[in-house]
T-cell receptor, first 112, second 114 residues
Framework: GQNIDQPTEMTATEGAIVQINCTYQ??????LFWYQQHAGEAPTFLSY????GLEEKGRFSSFLSRSKGYSYLLLKELQMKDSASYLC?????????????FGKGTKLSVIP | DGGITQSPKYLFRKEGQNVTLSCEQN?????MYWYRQDPGQGLRLIYY???????QKGDIAEGYSVSREKKESFPLTVTSAQKNPTAFYLC?????????????FGPGTRLTVL
């Protein structure tokens, strides 16, 4: 089975930087996805990490440490529209590797 | 415009009735998925299909059924056997067969059983 842990809620100020952590335990490992989900809408893809290190994509970066079972999503220059839930989703390897298991999500509130 | 469509956006049904949620994609993706989302919970996998005429149960398949007769379509039937069907249902698709496979989601159907 898989165990995924991420904070339930976070609050940050517009223009600031916020880091959303995710720890996981999986049966094998075949990459980790981050998705953004605005309230009442579908998740949208943000990033995918399969190797250790930092992947930067504009204001958003994602980090992975496979040995520690740890990832984080870094959001810079926060904007009000970044208020959303952020879902961590590691992928297992082997049988069932088509499946993603999603964490419960971190609800980020950006305040003026 | 390529994408995934789900209809309707909101659906109301009486308890004891079966209901079918539609999911169509024109991305030429091989794999399709159905998830359920409840407040305070992560997305949970109901069924997935890697190719036409083949599908597998996910973590919470009881009370649901699917078919995959066409590559573009993966309808989900919520049967009367599903004890708590009120939820937000999300369909997704991916190219399939590669480890970098990203799942892309449709807009979702919010089902309320009265």
């Amino acid at each position: 089975g898989q165990n995924i842990d991420q904070p339930t809620e976070m609050t940050a100020t517009e223009g600031a930087i916020v880091q959303i952590n995710c720890t996981y335990q999986t049966s094998g490992f075949n990459g980790l996805f981050w998705y953004q989900q605005h309230a009442g809408e579908a998740p949208t893809f943000l990033s995918y990490n399969v190797l250790d290190g930092l992947e930067e994509k504009g204001r958003f970066s994602s980090f992975l440490s496979r040995s520690k079972g740890y990832s984080y999503l870094l959001l810079k220059e926060l904007q009000m529209k970044d208020s959303a839930s952020y879902l961590c989703a590691p992928r297992a390897s082997g049988a069932g590797s088509y499946q993603l298991t999603f964490g419960k999500g971190t609800k980020l509130s950006v305040i003026p | 415009d390529g994408g995934i469509t789900q209809s309707p956006k909101y659906l109301f049904r009486k308890e004891g009735q079966n209901v079918t949620l539609s999911c169509e994609q024109n991305l030429n993706h091989d794999a399709m998925y159905w998830y359920r989302q409840d407040p305070g919970q992560g997305l949970r996998l109901i069924y997935y299909s890697q190719i036409v005429n083949d599908f597998q149960k996910g973590d919470i398949a009881e009370g649901y059924s699917v078919s995959r007769e066409k590559k573009e379509s993966f309808p989900l039937t919520v049967t009367s056997a599903q004890k708590n069907p009120t939820a937000f249902y999300l369909c997704a698709s991916s190219i399939a067969g590669r480890s970098t496979d990203t799942q892309y989601f449709g807009p979702g159907t919010r089902l309320t059983v009265l």
